[in-house]
């Protein structure tokens, strides 16, 4: 019996990175079905993040996707970006044309509601590539769908990597803790991809050989992409390569098997000002609270990208 292709919803702030994890959704159609996208504001604000989902829709020729922006703002906090790391549109490297496809009129939260409402109980999966503020929302304005998740597969978080955007929090996190917390306390199976896995998928020298090895637009643009991104981080870290953080996301959705993980606590830190945004992950099982998330820490990182540039190959 072949299995069937898996439902979701990409949530997304693009990013390089976030592009390559929807680029690797668009390449794996045997293994995924997508319906539809949803901008958030994060990595850099929405009017970019919602037209950066686009061009890289119509860089992987599928301008019929459904992209629809979400919130411009977390739930109760002033939006922190972070075009430090990515440039000033969010996705700087290589020139796109702006998109000529449309953005839906309806507001990204309610096409995930009326989405978990119409789709069958237990069927969508939830990938959520920047901060949860489009999530808490729908779970807030609409609790009935909770119950109807699948999982919630997100990058975000870290533990013993510490943060990279406070020296305790990472950004995806930190710039929306409060929705947070209400992703983690909902009760829908959790799947986090922290930093602490994130960093050991590295854009090396051979690995963005690969990419532009292709001799496709996706596989130049993907090269580019990752040559701008790693800087940040190889600068930083001084490793021989950036993390590229989010297609994690959707390669678990394709090939968990790739991954190693521990069924954990894991709480969010809202109140201190010190470590606001952490990820308070119980690794080691020295509390009594009930295990809410699989908290992934290892990875085959040759694997996944080979993974990548199979998939990347065919737009």
């Known amino acids: 019996m072949t299995k069937q292709p898996r439902k979701i919803i990409i949530d997304t702030d693009p990013g390089q990175d976030d592009a390559f994890a929807i680029l690797l959704a668009m390449g794996s159609p045997e293994d995924i079905e997508l319906l539809g996208i949803v901008a958030i504001a994060g990595n850099v604000p929405l009017a970019l993040t919602q037209k950066n989902t686009r061009m890289i829709c119509e860089l992987a020729g599928k301008p019929q996707t459904r ?62 590539l920047g901060p949860l503020t489009n999530i808490a929302q729908a779970f807030l304005k609409a609790p009935d769908i909770i119950a ?15 943060g990279n955007i406070t020296p305790a929090a990472e950004f995806n996190i930190y710039v929306d803790p409060e929705a947070a917390e209400i992703v983690f306390k909902s009760g829908v199976p959790l799947v986090v991809m922290p930093l602490d896995v994130t960093h050991k998928v590295l854009t090396t020298r051979a690995r963005v050989a690969a990419f532009r090895g292709l001799g496709t637009e996706v596989g130049r643009v993907a090269a580019e992409w990752a040559e701008f991104f790693e800087r940040f981080d190889k600068e930083k870290y001084g490793s021989d390569g950036g993390p590229l953080h989010d297609p994690t996301v959707v390669a678990y959705v394709i090939r968990p ?27 080691w099982g020295v509390t009594d609270r009930a295990p809410n998330a699989l908290f992934v820490g290892d990875v085959d990182a040759q694997g996944f990208f080979d993974l990548l540039t199979e998939r990347l190959a065919r737009l």
């Open 67 to 128: 992209v629809f922006a979400g919130c411009d703002r977390p739930l109760s906090r002033n939006l922190v970006t972070a075009e430090h790391v990515h440039g000033k549109t969010g996705m700087d490297g290589p020139a796109l044309p702006d998109p000529t496809m449309p953005l839906q009129d309806q507001h990204g939260v309610d096409f995930i509601i009326e989405t978990l409402r119409r789709e069958e109980s237990g069927t969508v999966t939830l990938c959520p």
């Open 148 to 162: 109807k998740v699948q999982e919630i597969v997100l990058m975000g978080g870290a533990y013993f990597e510490v």
């Open 257 to 283: 098997e790739l991954f190693k993980g521990r069924r954990i606590n894991v709480e969010i830190e809202t109140k201190s000002e010190l470590t606001l945004g952490m990820t308070v992950a119980d690794w």
